[in-house]
Antibody
Framework: QLQLQESGPGLVKPSETLSLTCTVS??????????WGWIRQPPGKGLEWIAN???????YYNPSLKSRVTISVDTSKNQFSLRLSSVTAADTAVYYC????????????WGHGTLLTVSS | QSALTQPPSASGSPGQSVTISCTGT?????????VSWYQQHPGKAPKLMIY???KRPSGVPNRFSGSKSGNTASLTVSGLQAEDEADYYC??????????FGGGTKLTVL
């Protein structure tokens, strides 16, 4: 059974860069036609797609966040990561990593999510 | 890239059917057959319920069905059960390797 697990600092100061990692187990991150993505959900609000990556390194970003986001993959560790720079309180959210069926952003496996709070 | 439009709330009694709409544009919902629906219970990760407009992943009850007409997609839950009470989100491919979610609908089973 495929499992995804997010890890991150939990608390980040404003203007800093947050880094999150998603570890994939029970399957290979290098599987054909599966993409890997990050989605976030501010407290009490809806879902927002952040970025996707293919094991080859091809990246796809939400235009509204693209200037601050970097997604990367480490196939040797079966992990992919997210960096979000210049964070503000508006970036406080539960961050989920998930697997996407193809490039069309259909997320069939999700991690449990990790709460990231931006506060001084 | 604007969020898809969903009603904030929907409700129905056990055994009834309820339909949740998801309205986009010709650049997303209307332009591709890649609409998905997710169910989210409080404190839990979303769960894929419908993909490619009307396909159900293995394990999803056939009480859940999806459809699309023009720029509006719909999720219908038939034979409502107490455990169907949750938030529901639609999403759509929006071209150029991008996607967009709806604002979410809180489904209450009366």
């Amino acid at each position: 059974q495929l499992q995804l697990q997010e890890s991150g600092p939990g608390l980040v100061k404003p203007s800093e860069t947050l880094s999150l990692t998603c570890t994939v187990s029970g399957g290979s991150i290098s599987s054909f036609n599966y993409y890997w993505g990050w989605i976030r959900q501010p407290p009490g609000k809806g879902l927002e797609w952040i970025a996707n990556i293919y094991y080859s390194g091809s990246t796809y970003y939400n235009p509204s966040l693209k200037s601050r986001v970097t997604i990367s993959v480490d196939t040797s560790k079966n992990q992919f990561s997210l960096r979000l720079s210049s964070v503000t309180a508006a970036d406080t959210a539960v961050y989920y990593c998930a697997r996407s069926l193809g490039v069309v952003l259909t997320f069939d496996y999700w991690g449990h999510g990790t709460l990231l709070t931006v506060s001084s | 890239q604007s969020a898809l439009t969903q009603p904030p709330s929907a409700s129905g009694s056990p055994g009834q059917s309820v339909t949740i709409s998801c309205t986009g544009t010709s650049s997303d919902v209307g332009g591709y057959n890649y609409v998905s629906w997710y169910q989210q219970h409080p404190g839990k990760a979303p769960k894929l319920m419908i993909y490619e407009v009307s396909k159900r992943p293995s394990g999803v009850p056939n009480r859940f069905s999806g459809s699309k007409s023009g720029n509006t997609a719909s999720l219908t839950v038939s034979g409502l059960q107490a455990e169907d009470e949750a938030d529901y989100y639609c999403s759509s491919y929006a071209g150029s390797n991008m996607g967009v979610f709806g604002g979410g609908t809180k489904l209450t089973v009366l």
